[in-house]
């Protein structure tokens, strides 16, 4: 038996996760959790990114304690962020976080050199305006001018695991600076940029084998001895290799996490003018596919309610007020900017239905349950978006992530859409970076069977639609929602 472990950061909370493959079912033992988030300093929004390292190491450290001597390891993280080194490898900068509000005119400003359709067309992409391209779009000239590398958050951590540099596809292509047809980084926006190609370390596949730990990292905190594997690094691909075999269903996932991300794996990128319309993104996945896929605001939106409450309540119990309070009472267009980092998101949130003509919610039930009918309605409607993008109907959706656990939300999601979701299993992004290392490693041949065994391991729940009253009535309510914002947005 071999000893795989998946360091997987999200926006909120990291884990080391160690999975082995035993009688046919991949077994999973959480080692080492930690909370993670941004910090505001002098305005601005930055990770602690030499924390989360030493994060890393510390569970490391507890897996050696365990009886760990020798493992595979993989690391995947969020998006979009990057780092810049100077010649000697040190951090120029700290590394800032996606939702800092610098990049809120960067689009705008960056349309003047380039229309955003030939952009698209490029990398195909969808429109954020805390894409990478944009963030670099704003950041201060003179240092990405004394800048020797740019590394994507995950790939950075490989770097002070490993001290070999490389930016990974599946995270490198969410910078909006690949070109689909190249297969590499696009000239003319490294131009637009003031950037060069050669300060972007060369692209990895995921399965690529990197080496192994640093060995004065093993010796100073008596780690294990680490093959250490390229996972997919952009948490999403990694949750979508570990979404579970539909069995010949005809499905779309959705990762649901801090953020929603609802879509289908393509062969081919599906870059049209209709799905730049949409606002549909192509990341690069694992194993020659394209994530084609809409970013919905997520769970974010109820993190933040948590937070700001005095984390009073756990979110099994902020569901369990939700589902007491009067349904589809007051609806958000949850996926509108002035969501993505507000002030004050309950406020926020009361000030959009005021705003909107919708009741507003004045307990946490009521605003609790606002988040949660707002996304499901989301999620029909890009459902319904998404089988016109790409011709193909889907009979069921399959919810993966901690959104799984929410019963309310999947079971109102399986009300709204009319159709079968399937919920499970919570640890897709560890199981996806984790197959990533038994592939690369031989203990099983490919994402195919990945899937298989993942679907044989875990416990899915399946939620049957409900009939709904007023639905039809709902779904034009919400609609107009989405109108008047977007109309006051402009």
């Known amino acids: ?109 960056l349309a003047k050199f380039i229309p955003p359709e030939d952009v698209y067309s490029k990398t195909g992409i969808q429109q954020l305006n805390f894409n990478t391209l944009y963030q670099l779009f704003v950041h201060d000239r003179e240092e990405l001018s004394r800048t020797d590398s740019i590394l994507m958050v995950p790939d950075y951590l490989y770097y002070l695991l490993t001290g070999k540099k490389g930016n990974e596809t599946t995270n490198a292509s969410t910078m909006q600076l690949l070109n689909l ?36 990292l093993i010796e100073q905190y008596d780690l294990p001895e680490c093959r250490v594997i390229i996972a997919a690094t952009h948490d999403t691909a990694s949750a979508v290799l570990g979404v579970p075999a539909a069995k010949g269903r005809h499905a779309a996932y959705l990762s649901s996490g801090t953020w929603s991300l609802l879509g289908v794996e393509l062969a081919q990128p599906l870059n049209d003018a209709k799905a730049m319309a949409a606002n549909y993104t192509n990341e690069w996945g694992a194993y ?104 193909e109907s889907m009979d069921i959706l399959q919810i993966v992530g901690g959104g799984a656990n929410n019963k309310l939300l999947c079971q109102l999601t399986a009300n709204v859409l009319g159709r079968d979701v399937s919920a499970g299993p919570t640890e897709s992004t560890a199981l996806g970076n984790l197959a990533v290392q038994m592939i690369s490693s031989d203990v099983l041949p490919d994402i195919v069977e990945a899937r298989e065994v993942i679907s044989n391991s875990f416990d899915i729940k399946y939620y049957k639609p409900e009939p709904m009253q007023d639905l039809d009535r709902i779904v034009e309510r919400w609609s107009k929602v989405n109108k008047t914002a977007e109309a006051q947005h402009n």
């Not at 190609?197 to 399965?207: A, D, T, V």
């Open 181 to 216: 047809d190249t297969r590499d980084f696009d000239t003319e926006l490294l131009e637009l940029l003031g950037l060069r190609k050669e300060q972007f370390p060369g692209l990895i596949e995921p399965g690529t084998e990197l080496g192994t730990l640093r060995p004065e």
């Open 1 to 109: 038996m071999t000893h795989h472990i998946a360091v997987d950061i999200g926006a909120s909370s990291g884990r080391l996760v160690l999975g082995t493959l035993q009688d046919g079912k991949i077994r999973l033992k959480e080692i080492h959790r930690f909370a993670n988030g941004f910090q505001e300093r002098d305005g601005s929004c930055f990770w602690d990114i030499d924390y989360l390292f030493g994060e890393i190491i510390t569970g490391l450290a507890q897996a050696k304690a365990e009886g760990i001597g020798q493992c595979t390891l993989g690391i995947d993280t969020w998006a979009v962020d990057y780092v810049l080194l100077d010649q000697a490898g040190h951090r120029i900068q700290e590394v800032y976080a996606y939702r800092d509000r610098r990049t809120e005119q960067a689009m705008q400003l």
């Open 288 to 391: 020659g596919t394209f994530r084609f896929l809409k970013n919905i605001m997520g769970l974010w939106l109820i993190q933040e309610v948590r937070r700001l409450d005095g984390n009073r309540y756990s979110f099994a119990q902020l569901a369990d007020l939700a589902a007491a309070a009067e349904p589809f009472r007051s609806l958000i267009p949850c996926n509108h900017d002035r969501f993505l980092n507000p002030e004050h998101m309950i406020e926020e949130i009361q000030k959009a239905c005021e705003q909107y003509g919708e009741s507003v919610p004045e307990s946490i039930g009521q605003v609790a349950r606002c988040i949660f009918d707002s996304l499901a309605l989301s999620y029909r409607s890009y459902l319904e978006e998404l089988e016109q993008l790409t011709g």
